[in-house]
């Protein structure tokens, strides 16, 4: 296991590689070049230059988050063998800079979504949080807005002011596609990109859809044990495999997350691990990482991981604004950095516990 921290590039991110540099047992970056449209293609030069800032700072590059599936991807659309050869050029220029770990998603429309970014809890932190009854009442065209004045000034992955622009058009370009298309069209790209990722050693992690459920009558598919097995059978090669993000899959709580994690044993290449605290099965908000805080077996989620074998990069994630801090909702340094140590310790007892009674 290695612990790393996501960074969104100097241009972007308030936190610094100094700062991420002088977190304890954090190595690695996930990092992406984030001013990148889905469907572009990366450059070898600008890759190899954001490693050498990266190594500069004493870290390297753990993988990358993300690089973004175009919609004509997702949707099935005549366009869509130029985004992929586009997608597959990406991926070589990848692996020849020795980069060999993809997050990315299928989720339609929206990345995760939230309808706050700032709700306040009693220790005066604020979080993002999730409520479907306040979904049900909004427009989808205004759901940027209704988020927008909380984003402390920075751009929110998934939430592009451009790309929410286009929200109806992007509702269009989904009509008629259910489930089992969007099965069809994720199947239909990891068959073709899967070569390349063979030439290139380079690990797909799908993410999954968070939250785990519909949102606007949207088909959502990486959501439970059943649907994220199918597509990993579905196109059975290695390199297909997943980031297990404990939030996304926790936000369904009929989710078991440690017998997923088990049950997923030598496909997951990327973890994302942090806690929820829900208040109804339908609204729930972000917590500290600690287990006591919200309604997840930390714990429990690190020795699954630890069982299966893991040797991943594992990040905390959707830290709190703590301290007074001012930055990217759930990207702060400070509550993250705490995630991180806490993490790092948990694996470390769990480590040692296993040692000794072996010994």
């Known amino acids: 296991m290695e612990m790393t921290l996501r960074w969104y590039g100097a241009a972007h991110d308030t936190v610094t590689l100094q700062q991420i540099r002088q977190i304890p047992g954090v190595t690695g970056v996930i990092t992406t070049l984030y001013d990148t449209a889905p469907g572009e293609v990366w450059s070898r030069e600008r890759i190899r230059a954001m490693k050498e800032e990266v190594e500069s700072a004493g870290l390297h590059v753990s993988g990358i988050e993300s690089v973004n599936v175009h919609e004509s991807i997702k949707t099935g659309a005549q366009e869509r063998e130029t985004y992929i050869q586009h997608y597959c050029k990406t991926l070589e220029h990848l692996g020849r800079e020795d980069i060999h770990l993809v997050c990315y998603n299928f989720m339609p429309v929206f990345d995760w979504t939230r309808t706050e970014l700032a709700r306040m809890r ?38 592009e002011p451009e790309r929410m622009e286009r929200v109806r058009e992007l509702f269009a370009m989904y009509r008629g596609i259910d489930d089992e298309a969007l099965f069809a069209n994720l199947k239909y790209f990891l068959e073709r990109i899967m070569p390349v990722c063979d030439a290139y050693d380079i690990n797909m992690a799908i993410h999954p859809d968070d939250p785990a459920w519909s949102v606007f009558g949207l088909p959502r598919i990486i959501i439970n044990k059943e649907n994220i097995l199918r597509m990993i059978r579905m196109v ?12 996304s899959y926790g936000t369904n709580l009929k ?33 500290a990482h600690v287990s006591n805080d919200g ?24 830290g709190r604004m703590i301290w007074g801090e001012k930055a990217m909702p759930g990207y702060g340094l400070y509550d993250r950095a705490l995630g991180a140590v806490y993490l790092n310790g948990l694996w470390e007892a769990i480590e040692k516990n296993d040692k000794r009674s072996a010994g």
């Open 236 to 247: 059975d090669n290695p390199h297909n495999g997943v980031t297990f993000c404990s939030g």
């Open 122 to 159: 009693p220790d005066g932190s604020t979080v993002l949080a999730y409520t479907q009854e306040a979904v049900d009442r909004l427009d989808p065209d205004r759901m940027f807005a209704s988020i927008a004045d909380d984003m402390n000034g920075t751009v929110m992955p998934g939430w």
């Open 295 to 318: 309604n997840f077996d930390m714990y429990e989620i690190m020795k699954a991981l630890y069982e299966i074998g893991f040797h991943g990069p594992i990040r905390p994630d959707h």
């Open 255 to 287: 989710n078991d997350l440690p017998d997923m994690i088990r049950a997923l044993k030598g496909r997951i290449h990327f973890a994302h691990v942090r806690n929820l605290k829900f208040n109804s099965p339908t609204d729930f908000e972000e917590a």
